[in-house]
């Protein structure tokens, strides 16, 4: 299979911004890249002089299969993703059942083959049925098809076991990926604790609650080298910590997503069920220390947390409501409007938060850069084009959004994922 890309502007050093290039995709791998290449027995893929940027690779989203196919599955996921420029997602390993053997890690990886338009990668849970309790076979799984270890959003109570885990990690050079939050501390909460909850009459989630966590895996990851990954950074303290760890050499990385620096506790609004995340929306000064983070390289990547659930659960009291958000497909278009086109970073930084710094920490080697003999996953955007989100047309089960209406720039024209043009 041959795939010809032809006016493709590229954005990687050695390539001038404004020119145009070809880009030839040959046994799902850039073979070469260049001007005027030889168009005999090729499929034909005009960028019209757009940026083609290598695929990207989201490492916190919900696939919800196995187990939950009714709120989303691998091949609504896979669609969903793709629109939003994402030719690689992670599968986080609380399905049912979990991803704790290797029996359901080579389910995850068979399926992703046959029912999925992008790479699929699960991560094994560290734990059996993602408990913090005994450790699952991390081996096992590693030899299976993982590329990192998870509890999903299950906090690890026993700082003992993740100090063992880390450890072990070490011996197949895993990431592992932790979510925060002491619920000793974040207890009954659905938001964010302070005026607001209070105002509304809902129970609140501090700060602390995350910070706390933050502070003791990085204590660990000190101690035991092990490679450290926080998911879903969302405070000012959070930022501060990991900031002051990696100038002391730890091994750590940290994500963050699109609603923790462009929303507030205050899109709560009238209970405004749509923007029930965990963790939760914060305040004015945490969304700038978040962007600020983002600006000096402290936060690796930015990630879609794509966590979907279904309508019921979703439109219901506060209390009540699911978690989660529909995010593949705004992901790109959000971070780029409100932070390439104001100034905050430029789009080749943004780039390496979607796609190289994701690769890099996942040990994906031939992905993340736009180059000769890496993989063919590349996607090309207009930069330019303007249009309003709509959730209802979402590829994804879950057709909701705290961004319905809202306009933005950068829309995915194509992709294409091994070679193959799937959009």
């Known amino acids: 299979m041959k795939t010809l890309i032809q006016n493709a502007k590229i954005l990687f050093s050695g390539y001038e911004k404004e020119e145009a290039y070809d ?18 027995g090729v499929q034909l893929l005009d960028a019209n002089r757009n940026y083609v940027l290598p695929g990207f690779i989201d490492m916190h989203c919900d696939i919800c299969d196995p187990g939950f196919e009714y709120i989303e599955d691998i091949e ?4 969903s993703a793709v629109r939003g420029g994402f030719t690689s997602i992670t599968c986080q390993p609380n399905t049912n059942p979990v991803i704790d053997n290797k029996t359901v890690v080579e389910y ?15 991560y094994g849970s560290m734990s059996i049925g993602c408990k913090g309790k005994d450790m699952a076979e991390i081996g096992e799984m590693n030899r299976a098809g993982i590329i990192g270890v998870s509890d ?11 100090r063992n885990i880390l450890r072990y990690s070490r011996m197949f050079d895993m990431p592992v990926i932790t979510h925060c939050e002491d619920k000793s501390l974040s207890g009954r909460g659905v938001m964010n604790d302070g005026f607001t909850a209070s105002s509304l009459g809902l129970f609140g989630m501090p700060k602390e609650a995350e910070e706390v966590i933050v502070a003791r895996n990085i204590i660990l990851a000190e101690a035991t080298g092990g490679r450290l990954h926080i998911a879903h950074v969302s405070t000012k303290g959070s930022v501060e910590l990991i900031r002051s760890a990696k100038s002391k050499g730890v091994n750590i990385t940290c994500e963050t997503c699109p609603h923790y620096f462009l929303l507030t506790e205050e899109a709560v609004g009238n209970y405004n069920t749509l923007v029930k995340v965990n963790p939760p929306l914060r305040t004015q000064e945490d969304v700038n220390a978040i962007i600020e983070g983002i600006a000096d390289g402290t936060i690796d990547v930015i990630a879609s947390g794509h966590r979907p659930t279904n309508y019921s659960d979703k439109y219901t009291e506060f209390d009540n ?40 920490i996942l ?61």
Do not use: W
């Open 152 to 162: 999903g959003d299950e906090y690890v109570e026993s700082a003992a076991f993740l």
């Open 363 to 423: 040990g994906l080697k031939k992905k993340g850069v736009l180059a000769e003999g890496m993989d063919g996953d590349l996607i090309i955007v207009d930069t330019a084009q303007s249009y309003a989100i709509d959730a209802n047309q979402f590829a994804s089960k879950a057709k909701f959004s705290p961004f319905q209406g809202t306009v933005v720039k950068g829309r995915v024209l194509h992709a294409v994922v091994g070679g193959r043009v799937v959009l």
């Open 76 to 79: 609504t996921a896979s669609q």
């Open 108 to 122: 995850v990886v068979s399926k992703g083959i046959d029912y999925s338009c992008v790479n699929i990668y699960p």
């Open 23 to 40: 880009i030839l995709i040959e046994d799902s791998t850039i073979a070469k890249i260049g001007k005027n290449l030889d168009t005999q």
């Open 321 to 360: 409501a699911a978690y989660g958000i529909s995010s593949f497909e705004t992901t790109f278009a959000l971070s780029y409007t409100n932070l390439v086109e104001t100034g905050i970073i430029s789009i080749e930084t943004l780039v390496e938060k979607l796609s190289l710094r994701p690769a890099q």
